[in-house]
């Protein structure tokens, strides 16, 4: 599964995993929230960078590195709840008249 980057859509691309005997699925358009990594990057940015300043581009890139590392022991739980692939369908839900 990939999202619908240009670069990901190219002949080379498309042509390499037909010969792979690989199914690329593209993610729809503009769905973050179905794209795993974007959960990841949305806790970092939440967790290490969030209402602080940094005063250099190294404690800035330190702090992501730090929480990066980490995800799997200090975040380990919150992690674990957030990269489930439980997603909200709307197979049984009703619709509202527009």
Do not use: G
């Not at 404690?59 to 799997?72: K, S, Y």
């Amino acid at each position: 599964m990939m999202n619908n980057a240009r670069y990901k859509r190219c002949a080379l691309v498309q042509n390499l995993a037909r010969h792979l005997r690989n199914e690329l699925l593209f993610l729809p358009s503009y769905s973050p929230n179905l794209n795993l990594i974007e959960r990841p990057w949305k806790f970092v940015k939440k967790e290490c960078l969030a209402c602080q300043w940094l005063k250099t581009f190294d404690a800035f890139t330190q702090a992501i590195d730090h929480c990066l590392n980490h995800l799997h022991t200090l975040h380990k739980a919150k992690m674990d709840s957030l990269l489930t692939l439980s997603f909200q369908t709307f197979q049984d839900e009703p619709v509202a008249a527009a």
